[in-house]
């Protein structure tokens, strides 16, 4: 393997990566906040791909107005997700994590189900949002796709600490986990900041969907492998960690364009599980996850 394949496979790796750390970012969200893990996520990136090419091929839109659409459309859709997959269960025993995994699992299916109803089953391709020719730097060629999904990722990290660290907001949402009831005696309704973290998720799947589109194609069935990378790349970096999951994203996606060079790509969905397995059980909370106490 020659270092221009080397540079080549890197920043295709770095620019998926963009992508898997924004999904990450969206099972984090709820998570900080709730504590529950939220698979409904890959209903979300998938509609993200399909809204994509119904908005640029069907109705014939500008990119920047269909990406603007399907944030906000799958921003509803989490909230959606919320009020009739989370809500009925939150506060009803025991075991309500383990249900909610269940039950937002349950909601993807029937999701993705009603996609392949109205949009089929074939894979569709979706035109790029990058137009020009790549940019050759030093030799190697940059696909202006791959910048622009790592400039996403870059905008919206620092967005997010910026929020998290420096508004009412951001204070709100990271105190809502660890004591709701304090929340609620601040003034804040905590139905409200769980509805919002499950909107912010949404926006950020349906973002990463649209980004990934172009690279992947669009389909009822695409968000099965990207949900998988986008819980690695969290579970990797850290549960609960904004900054952890970032660097996950990239790990997972450095691993997913490697390997297929170095193995097959056959295995690349076991390698990245089986990396997941090998940080957990050194660090069983990610790399930068944050360990809990509790009293017994």
């Known amino acids: 393997m020659d270092i221009q394949t080397v540079l080549v496979s890197l920043q295709s790796g770095i620019g998926l990566g963009s992508v898997y750390a924004l999904l990450a970012l969206s099972f984090t969200v709820v998570y900080s906040a709730t504590g529950y893990f939220h698979l409904g996520v890959g209903a979300f990136v998938t509609l993200g791909t399909v809204l994509a090419y119904v908005g640029v091929v069907d109705l014939s839109l500008p990119w920047p107005l269909t990406i603007l659409a399907t944030v906000v459309l799958v921003g509803l859709l989490g909230v959606l997700s919320e009020l009739i997959a989370v809500r009925p269960i939150r506060g009803r025993g025991a075991h309500e994590t383990f249900s909610v995994l269940v039950s937002t699992l349950a909601f993807m299916i029937v999701v993705q189900s009603v996609i392949e109803v109205f949009f089929g089953s074939q894979?569709?391709?979706?035109?790029?949002?990058?137009?020009?020719?790549?940019?050759?730097?030093?030799?190697?060629?940059?696909?202006?796709?791959?910048?622009?999904?790592?400039?996403?990722?870059?905008?919206?990290?620092?967005?997010f600490e910026l929020v998290m660290r420096r508004t009412d907001v951001g204070?709100?949402?990271?105190?809502?986990?660890?004591?709701?009831?304090?929340?609620?005696?601040?003034?804040?309704?905590?139905?409200?900041?769980?509805?919002?973290?499950?909107?912010?998720?949404?926006?950020?799947?349906?973002?990463?969907?649209?980004?990934?589109?172009?690279?992947?194609?669009?389909?009822?069935?695409?968000?099965?492998?990207?949900?998988?990378?986008?819980f690695a790349a969290m579970a990797i970096g850290g549960f609960g960690s904004f900054a952890g999951t970032v660097l996950g994203g990239l790990i997972v996606g450095i691993v997913v364009a490697f390997e297929p060079i170095l193995l097959s790509a056959y295995l690349t969905g076991p390698i990245v599980l089986l990396l997941v397995l090998v940080v957990l059980l050194v660090r069983p909370t990610g790399l930068f996850g944050r360990r809990t106490l509790r009293e017994v």
């Open 123 to 159: 894979d569709q391709t979706v035109p790029t949002y990058a137009g020009g020719a790549a940019i050759v730097l030093f030799g190697v060629p940059i696909r202006q796709i791959y910048v622009i999904m790592i400039s996403v990722l870059v905008v919206v990290a620092v967005a």
């Open 171 to 230: 204070r709100v949402l990271r105190a809502a986990h660890d004591d709701p009831t304090g929340v609620e005696l601040l003034g804040v309704r905590f139905d409200r900041v769980v509805l919002l973290t499950f909107g912010f998720a949404g926006a950020l799947a349906g973002l990463a969907g649209t980004l990934i589109a172009p690279v992947s194609y669009a389909s009822p069935f695409v968000g099965n492998d990207l949900l998988i990378y986008g």
